[in-house]
């Protein structure tokens, strides 16, 4: 008999060591919930609340930043930019980025840090192709040996250094990135 009662006693025991543990374990891990969310948030108001002035830890001389937004033709405007903008999306295996780009900007498409990219600085990076405005239309051509592809609706063919005028939904290949190109009036 006082055995069954030690034996009930050491069995309420463990259960209640058991719902003890349960409570703290369940605690900890709703306490690292929260540390998590308020971090999250804390990210979310320093996003929002950024001024979009440049931090000192970042590249000023790093202009291209993608971004997607629709856009309009800008027909009724009166902001006196009369040239036409360049669209350009960037499609490779992981991502889909897009840009706009005025007439006066020179854009240099190629290899940087091993990955097909939009260079804005030539340093640690190598162009295969480059894009301008001249006499009232976009153009590419090549900067080297590499193999730079255009592809207007099924045809493709090689830029050259002579370059090639570009149309509107045009498609710029170098390796497995595409760079579509789109006219955006001024």
Avoid at 51 to 67: F, G, I, T
């Amino acid at each position: 008999m006082v055995m069954a009662i030690g034996v009930g006693i050491l069995v309420v025991l463990g259960i209640m060591m058991i719902i003890v543990v349960r409570n703290k374990r369940k605690r900890i891990l709703e306490e690292r919930f929260q540390a998590a969310k308020k971090v999250r948030e804390e990210s979310l108001k320093e996003a929002l609340a950024n001024n979009l002035e440049p931090s000192a830890d970042m590249d000023v001389r790093a202009p291209y930043r993608p971004y997607k937004v629709d856009y309009s033709t800008g027909e009724g405007q009166d902001y006196g930019e009369k040239l036409p903008l360049l669209q350009i999306i960037e499609k490779n295996k992981l991502s889909e980025k897009k840009y706009i780009f005025r007439a006066s900007e020179m854009i240099t498409l190629g290899v940087q840090f091993g990955s097909v990219d939009i260079l804005n600085n030539m340093e640690n990076g190598e162009g295969w192709c480059e894009l301008y405005f001249q006499k009232d239309v976009y153009c590419a051509r090549s900067l080297g040996n590499h193999r730079v592809l255009i592809q207007r609706k099924k045809h493709t063919a090689e830029i050259d250094r002579f370059g090639i005028k570009l149309r509107s939904k045009d498609i710029i290949k170098i390796e497995d990135t595409t760079f579509q190109i789109f006219y955006v009036k001024g």
